[in-house]
């Protein structure tokens, strides 16, 4: 009787590998395949791949028979493991790393909880210690993921039992600290590694020296945006502040913290600095009621308007890695969808290059793009390119009753010139930083 249930499990196993053929990938990752301009994707099992741009040369980093680290201290394939899932696998800034949300459902009263740091060279994983998570930050994902400019440094979001909290852990030997508490919570790095500023509640705070210690100084209070950003190069910060006047843009000096004032905003507003220069994109909305932006304008840092570059509804917008295009997603009204923009910031007619519905992970990221632009990009490094998940809008005249396929990942032209190409199946794709 154990003979035949030993035979009947393994003919079970062997039919499963069978079906999951096209998802398993035994791959060399060799000094010389060092992974840059590569796009990191999960699919629908909580499996992590990464791929090229043209959806050639696709590498296996986790779940059954993922690159690890064998006994032998080889890179080698491990066993099958289908109680584990994984997601949100994001990029270090040096392309080098991936950190990953992963649930183990051995225990279905209890399952483990952890972050996966994978050397996408050698393909060595190993895990962080997780900090008694109790629920998700996202869909799917117990985690919110976000490297600091170091690509040592990791910080994350986790609900905890004392609420929503930052960490910040050091990858190369696991230590982990709490930076703050409540919610909601968002936040940048500086350029340098070394701050943070964080949006708490209605608090906003500068955490300086995190090397050397933590503690926030109070910067300013006011709600109705979500994420504080440093400018790229870490000399500059920007937050909304509320004032008896209303509410205004403050764009801070890091070393003084000397201040100009850009007003006339939307109480909801979401911004961004460029990644090459001192211009910061600014979204908002005349109607306070309405969670849809209608206008996206690039203004100095000293506060003057440089051009108004969208005048439409729209939900989220990025900036491409040379800060020279943004690319937005507006509302497909007549097939009630979604629609990828592309425009240069010097004020040329805009492109439209796809007409999508979302993946839940998509969707999940474009509700916050202001937040998962600094640790998930879509651009590829050169800014010829985008990721999206989602499906293809299939016009109303042509569905005919048409149950639309799983989510996809698209690479898009930004040109408009060559055709969305779907790459792969899967629920959330990011570029590598370089």
């Known amino acids: 009787m154990n003979r035949m249930a030993l035979s009947v499990a393994l003919l079970s196993i062997l039919l499963l590998v069978s079906c999951l053929g096209r998802y398993v990938q035994r791959t060399d990752l060799s000094s010389e395949n060092v992974m840059v301009n590569r796009i990191a994707y999960v699919d629908s099992l909580g499996i992590v791949y990464t791929v090229s ?9 986790s779940g059954s028979s993922y690159v690890g680290t064998g006994s032998s201290g080889s890179v080698m394939a491990q066993g099958l493991n289908f109680e584990t899932f994984h997601s949100w696998p994001t990029w270090s800034p040096d392309g080098s790393k991936l950190a990953v949300s992963r649930i183990g ?3 279905a009263d209890q399952p483990s909880i952890s972050i996966v740091i994978i050397d996408v060279v050698s393909g060595r994983s190993r895990n962080i210690d997780d900090v008694n998570v109790v629920g998700m930050v ?7 993921l976000y490297w600091a400019p170091d690509s040592r440094h990791l910080s994350f979001l986790a609900s905890t039992r004392v609420g929503l909290s ?33 949006h708490t509640g209605a608090s906003i705070k500068l955490f300086e020296n995190l090397d050397s210690g933590i503690s926030g100084k109070d910067l300013s209070r006011a709600s109705g945006f979500r994420a504080p950003a440093f ?26 913290l000397k201040e100009v004032s850009v007003g006339d905003l939307g109480r909801f507003s979401a911004f ?3 990644p090459s220069s001192n211009q910061i994109a600014i979204a908002d909305q005349d109607d306070d009621r309405n969670s849809v932006f209608s206008r996206l304008r690039i203004f100095s840092a000293d506060g003057n308007l440089e051009n108004t570059l969208v005048e439409e509804p729209f939900i989220a917008y990025f900036w491409s890695p040379d800060g020279r295009r943004l690319a937005w997603v507006g509302l497909d009204l007549e097939n009630e969808g979604f629609q990828w923009k592309v425009k240069d910031v010097n004020g040329s007619s805009s492109k439209s290059i796809f007409n999508f519905q979302p993946s839940r992970d998509q969707l999940t990221v474009l509700s916050f793009f202001d937040q998962y632009a600094y640790s998930n990009s879509p651009w590829s490094p050169d800014s010829t390119k985008l990721v999206v998940s989602g499906t293809k809008t299939i016009p109303f005249e042509q569905r005919n009753g048409h149950t639309p396929a799983g989510a996809r990942i698209y690479v898009l032209d930004v040109e408009g ?11 959330f794709a990011s570029w590598s930083w370089n």
């Open 53 to 61: 741009g043209d959806g050639t040369g696709r590498q296996q980093m």
């Open 105 to 107: 459902m051995g225990d």
């Open 138 to 144: 996202a869909e799917n994902s117990p985690h919110y």
């Open 166 to 198: 930052l960490f910040m852990v050091d990858t190369d030997n696991g230590d982990i600290n709490a930076i703050d508490t409540g919610a909601p919570l968002y936040y940048s790095w500086s350029g340098d590694g070394l701050s943070m500023i964080v």
């Open 231 to 256: 400018s790229k190069d870490g000399s500059r910060m920007a937050y909304l502040s509320e004032t008896d006047q209303g509410v205004s843009l403050k764009v801070v000096a890091s070393d003084d």
């Open 272 to 274: 961004m600095w460029s």
């Open 417 to 427: 010139v060559n055709d969305p190409l779907d790459i792969a199946e899967g629920s």
